[in-house]
């Protein structure tokens, strides 16, 4: 894990590079993208691809976006056609996209969009070059927070308190349960896969103490999930921080998990070993997406 992007509408992508020192494995701003495209503002990333929204000019609070998935340990990047969402909404904030990428599989990738209500999803795949339009198995839910894409699945927490899952042919719709516990908490909660495991992590704020609490998904099919581990914030953060303390993601490789506290402070904490790493301070760490690099040969019509 070499980092975080941030949904930053300025000129250029900001990175937040977890070394700390030196720089980044790879081009964290894009440059190789910046001949072709204005403006760039990562959306997501999933397996050492990211999916960018951009724009043919700087005005874009005006003009109509379009997608573009890169990969910026190689430098190449593949266009995508216009997503037929996105031409019948006029309200484009309404339209979320998520990317789909194994590295075990590199030679494909999929997009997965939906409407905030999934009435209209659709689903563009890169062995194909076009987007298909399917019928939503996901009624009245409403996502939240970053997906996680494991096992050919897309996973996405919602405000009802469910995980939700499709594959990538948009065929098979389920849902998973949440432990019971936490619905208590004073957030939504969060997910994210590490080692090959679904986990879901929220901040627990009652009147006596405020804690961090991590389940793993130790039992798929039957949705049973063990408790991984409990700290009380004022631990990470100290005493007079914890009410601004929420989660970034866990480490894919390792049990680590990332958390800032709302001012601009990050930490690192090793629920194995209990230690705590501040990993720097920037403005704000919203939106803020985990990044892997990948060196994995593109599909053979990218750039």
């Given at each position: 894990m070499a980092g975080f992007f941030l949904r930053n509408y300025g000129m250029r992508p900001c990175f937040i590079n977890l070394s700390g020192r030196g720089q980044p494995l790879v081009d964290p701003f894009l440059s190789f993208l910046r001949e072709s495209f204005k403006l760039l503002i990562p959306q997501h990333c999933c397996g050492g691809l990211v999916l960018c929204k951009y724009w043919e000019s700087y005005c874009f609070?005006?003009?109509?976006?379009?997608?573009?998935?890169?990969?910026?340990?190689?430098?190449?990047?593949?266009?995508?056609?216009?997503?037929?969402?996105?031409?019948?909404?006029?309200?484009?904030?309404?339209?979320?996209?998520?990317l789909c990428f194994d590295p075990a599989v590199p030679s494909r990738f999929m997009v997965f969009t939906h409407t905030w209500d999934f009435t209209e999803v659709t689903i563009y795949s890169s062995d194909t070059g076009r987007w298909t339009t399917v019928e939503s198995g996901w009624i009245d839910k409403t996502p939240i927070g970053l997906p996680v894409f494991l096992n050919g699945t897309l996973h996405l927490m919602t405000t009802e308190y469910s995980i939700v899952t499709v594959d990538t042919e948009g065929k098979v719709w389920g849902q998973i349960d949440i432990p019971g516990n936490m619905r208590d908490s004073s957030d939504y909660p969060f997910i994210g896969q590490s080692q090959g495991r679904l986990y879901a992590w929220c901040i627990n704020d009652n009147v006596d103490v405020c804690q961090l609490l991590v389940w793993a998904l130790e039992d798929y099919g039957g949705a049973k999930w063990a408790l991984k581990d409990t700290v009380n914030i004022s631990e990470l953060f100290g005493r007079d921080r914890y009410k601004y303390v929420e989660p970034l993601a866990i480490h894919p490789d390792c049990d680590l998990i990332f958390l800032t506290d709302r001012r601009g402070k990050a930490i690192s904490y090793d629920m194995d070993s209990k230690k705590v790493h501040v990993i720097g301070t920037h403005e704000t760490f919203y939106g803020a997406i985990p990044y892997v690099p990948c060196f994995a040969e593109w599909p053979s019509d990218g750039h």
């Open positions: 609070e005006e003009d109509e976006y379009n997608l573009v998935v890169c990969n910026p340990a190689t430098k190449k990047w593949a266009e995508l056609p216009p997503n037929p969402i996105q031409l019948q909404d006029e309200d484009e904030e309404e339209v979320e996209e998520y």
